[in-house]
Nanobody
Framework: QVQLVESGGGLVQAGGSLRLSCVAS????????MGWFRQAPGKERDFVAT????????VYGDSVKGRFTISRDNAKNTVYLQMNGLKPEDTAVYYC?????????????????WGQGTQVTVSS
């Protein structure tokens, strides 16, 4: 089992920045690719970003390319999501997920473990 705990969400004005963190415990973090997904009220959960186990490979959803950056620190068992240029449409609950593979993945079904989520609200 892998336990994931997200933090760093909050309320921010449009154009602002937030950094989300997700701390993992329970298994060897460096064996897992990690991803961030988000779910807005009344909508399906969407892919945001993913990073391979080594931190070399990253993939982003089209709506966040150029604004968000995913990174990881395997020594700290932590994955980050730096969010810049936030827009009201970025408002959602953001979830961290772990995939039992070295390779990044952009689909929900590819992930084995999920955090509880952290709320991000962007005001206009």
């Amino acid at each position: 089992q892998v336990q994931l705990v997200e933090s760093g969400g909050g309320l921010v004005q449009a154009g602002g920045s937030l950094r989300l963190s997700c701390v993992a415990s329970g298994r060897t973090f460096s064996n897992y690719a990690m991803g961030w997904f988000r779910q807005a009220p009344g909508k399906e959960r969407d892919f945001v970003a993913t990073i391979g186990s080594s931190g070399i490979w990253t993939v982003y959803g089209d709506s966040v390319k150029g604004r968000f950056t995913i990174s990881r620190d395997n020594a700290k068992n932590t994955v980050y999501l730096q969010m810049n240029g936030l827009k009201p449409e970025d408002t959602a609950v953001y979830y961290c997920a772990a995939r039992g593979s070295a390779w990044p993945g952009g689909k929900e079904f590819q992930y084995d473990y999920w955090g509880q989520g952290t709320q991000v609200t962007v005001s206009s």
